[in-house]
């Protein structure tokens, strides 16, 4: 999933507000036992941002390898 406009990587919208969710929850959070369960969930989908993102790149077909200065 791209930006139509910039052509940049764009995060699944529910996962992006769920790490938003959790990144404020961590903030807002008074007490220290709240920020660390904020902090493991942020983590956790953290985790699963990038395990989208390398399946993403590994499924990109490789670039071609010729250079044309060799032309």
């Known amino acids: 999933m791209s930006s ?3 052509n940049k990587p764009v995060m699944h ?3 992006a507000d769920k790490i938003q969710e959790l990144c404020a929850r961590a903030i807002a959070s008074t007490e220290q036992a709240e920020m660390e369960e904020a902090i493991a969930e942020l983590k956790a989908a953290l985790k699963e ?3 989208r993102m ?3 790149v590994i499924s ?3 670039p ?5 200065a060799a032309d």
């Open 13 to 15: 919208p529910r996962l």
């Open 54 to 56: 390398r399946e993403r």
């Open 49 to 51: 941002h990038i395990h």
């Open 4 to 6: 139509p406009c910039c």
């Open 64 to 68: 071609d390898r010729r250079s044309s």
């Open 60 to 62: 990109f077909p490789a």
